[in-house]
Nanobody, 120 residues
Framework: QVQLVESGGGLVQAGGSLRLSCAAS????????MNWYRQAPGKQRELVAG???????AYADSVKGRFTISRDNAKNTVYLQMNSLKPDDTAVYYC??????????????WGQGTQVTVSS
């Protein structure tokens, strides 16, 4: 079993910055993809950014140039640096990871979510 624990959310004014962290723990063999999603009230959950175990990254168009995803493989931790925040970035942010096990199987896991609120 793998647990994802997020931290770093909060309330910030427009134009400000926040850094989210997500640490994976448990008896897994390795962590493959690690992504950040978000869900605003009344909207569907959307992919914000993703990073592979090799460090390749991808971003939603709405956050390109403002958000940066990174990871520390030794710590099984993924980060999301969010700059120039806008009120439209207000949402619950979820960490997602794909973990591989010695059995050869992989499973998907979600964090509990962390609230990010950007005031205008």
């Amino acid at each position: 079993q793998v647990q994802l624990v997020e931290s770093g959310g909060g309330l910030v004014q427009a134009g400000g910055s926040l850094r989210l962290s997500c640490a994976a723990s448990g008896s897994m063999f390795s962590i493959n993809a690690m992504n950040w999603y978000r869900q605003a009230p009344g909207k569907q959950r959307e992919l914000v950014a993703g990073i592979t175990s090799g460090g390749s990254t991808a971003y939603a168009d709405s956050v390109k140039g403002r958000f940066t995803i990174s990871r520390d493989n030794a710590k099984n931790t993924v980060y999301l640096q969010m700059n120039s925040l806008k009120p439209d970035d207000t949402a619950v942010y979820y960490c997602y990871a794909v973990a591989a096990f010695p059995t050869g199987r992989s499973y998907q896991y979600w964090g509990q979510g962390t609230q990010v609120t950007v005031s205008s």
